[in-house]
């Protein structure tokens, strides 16, 4: 099996910063793209970033210039979130997309969600 743990949510002021951090663990042989989703209440959750396994990335316009999404060779990926504003109010996700040791093919996993919450 393949373990997603999050940390580094909390409660900031808007103009604030928060880092989220996404550390996998378990059977894993590989690790392609990893990502951050995020779900407000009442929408459907979306893509907030995204990092392949060669280091490009991909934003949601909402979040360019202010987020920054980075990864480690082999397990852990993080979001730097600066001048965060009420409207990032949400709990984030991350994702990985997984080959696992004697398993044939590529599966997605989620972290259990870390909420992050922007006062105005």
């Known amino acids: 099996q393949v373990q997603l743990v999050e940390s580094g949510g909390g409660l900031v002021q808007a103009g604030g910063s928060l880092r989220l951090s996404c550390a996998a663990s378990?059977?894993?042989?590989?690790?392609?793209?990893m990502g951050w989703y995020r779900q407000a209440p009442g929408r459907q959750r979306e893509l907030v970033a995204a990092?392949?396994?060669?280091?490009?990335t991909n934003y949601a316009d909402s979040v360019k210039g202010r987020f920054t999404i980075s990864r480690t060779a082999w397990n852990a990926v993080f979001l730097q979130m600066n001048s965060l504003k009420p409207d990032d109010t949400a709990v984030y996700y991350c994702?990985?997309?997984?080959?696992?040791?004697?398993?044939?093919?590529?599966?997605?996993?989620w972290g259990q969600g870390t909420q992050v919450t922007v006062s105005s």
């Open positions: 378990g059977s894993i042989f590989s690790i392609n793209a």
């Open positions: 990092i392949s396994s060669s280091g490009s």
């Open positions: 994702n990985f997309n997984v080959a696992r040791l004697g398993v044939r093919g590529e599966y997605d996993y």
